[in-house]
């Protein structure tokens, strides 16, 4: 699917967010594996679930045809900082829903474009009949929540000793969900 682009300008940056194209795809590639190497947030460590040139270009027309899809990308200039995508599912029991992930450039925090990424999807959700938004986040990372939280997002579950990160310790993920109208 597609959206509109738009404008923000946040503590003096301007940026856009607007949809993935194709030819996005080497940025996204060089730029995902860049952000695994930042955070521990992510799934991923640097490197490991690499997606080549080929496969970020297959993701987008797939996503920009599928209208339970949206792959969205935020732009500083020319240059891709961020990027999030919402994947659904066109099995009958699960098509009132979608899974939202985000990844931005550290250097980009605090310019709400993580956040703005989200509204971006929460207003194609509304728009498109979707009735649910669900994510994962590791519940160290407690800007992230309280930030979900105040966009109408629900705890709706934990998954104990989830992830191990580097420190050797284990860490649970929180499941949440923001349903389109109301409480879950």
């Not at 160290?140 to 310790?169: H, P, Q, R, T, W």
Request: glycine content about 10%.
């Amino acid at each position: 699917m597609i959206i509109i682009k738009q404008e923000f300008n946040v503590n003096g940056l301007n940026y856009t967010i607007r949809s993935a194209i194709e030819a996005d795809a080497t940025a996204l590639s060089e730029l995902r594996l860049h952000i695994d190497g930042e955070t521990e947030y992510l799934d991923r460590e640097q490197g490991e679930g690499f997606i080549d040139v080929p496969g970020f270009e297959q993701m987008i027309r797939a996503d920009t045809e599928q209208t339970r899809n949206l792959f969205l990308v935020a732009t500083v200039g020319e240059r891709i900082v961020g990027f999030s995508r919402c994947e659904g599912s066109h099995l009958n029991r699960l098509s009132h829903k979608v899974e939202f992930g985000v990844c931005v450039l550290q250097d980009f925090w605090g310019y709400g474009i993580g956040k703005n990424l989200l509204r971006e999807s929460m207003g194609w959700a509304d728009s498109s009949g979707i009735k649910k938004i669900t994510l994962a986040v590791l519940e160290a990372n407690e800007k992230a929540i309280k930030l979900y939280k105040n966009l109408g997002f629900e705890v709706e579950g934990l998954l104990k000793k989830d992830k191990i990160l580097s420190d050797g310790n284990y860490y649970n993920t929180i499941l949440m969900g923001r349903f389109m109208g109301g409480s879950l």
